[in-house]
């Protein structure tokens, strides 16, 4: 099993990222996928999941509006689209894959996943 996230970069306020989380080894359809990130200094957090049963997408309060999460099942590949970019948004960002034991009410909370990507890094600055 192998997730791998890509599509992170410098932009400024306001901008837009498409960040991808390219999945092998199982299939998006089979699992639930959630996208977390960590700031500097910063706990690693929540902020979105799609279910594998569905198709429901999860937001953190903070991103709801801005974020939008999918998924391709012909390229076995989840997204997270970013608009509106903040400054605040600045983090590693990291998919991760639904344990077996996967509860939707704990979609944000790190011990429900079993499989991470090695993280992509935004920097939202002028």
């Known amino acids: 099993v192998q997730l791998q996230a890509s599509g992170g970069g410098l932009v400024q306020p306001g901008g837009s990222l498409r960040l991808s989380c390219t999945v092998s080894?199982?299939?998006?359809?089979?699992?639930?996928i959630g996208w977390f990130r960590q700031a500097p200094g910063k706990e690693r957090e929540g902020i979105s999941c799609i279910s594998s049963e569905n198709n429901n997408k999860y937001y953190r309060d903070s991103v709801r509006g801005r974020f939008t999460v999918s998924r391709d099942i012909a390229t076995n590949t989840a997204y997270l689209q970013i608009n509106g970019l903040k400054p605040e948004d600045t983090a590693t960002y990291y998919c991760?894959?639904?344990?077996?034991?996967?509860?939707?009410?704990?979609?944000?909370?790190?011990?429900?996943?079993?499989?991470w990507g090695q993280g992509t890094q935004v920097t939202v600055s002028s």
């Open positions: 991760a894959r639904s344990s077996g034991t996967f509860t939707i009410w704990r979609w944000s909370s790190e011990s429900s996943y079993d499989s």
């Open positions: 080894g199982f299939s998006v359809m089979d699992r639930a």
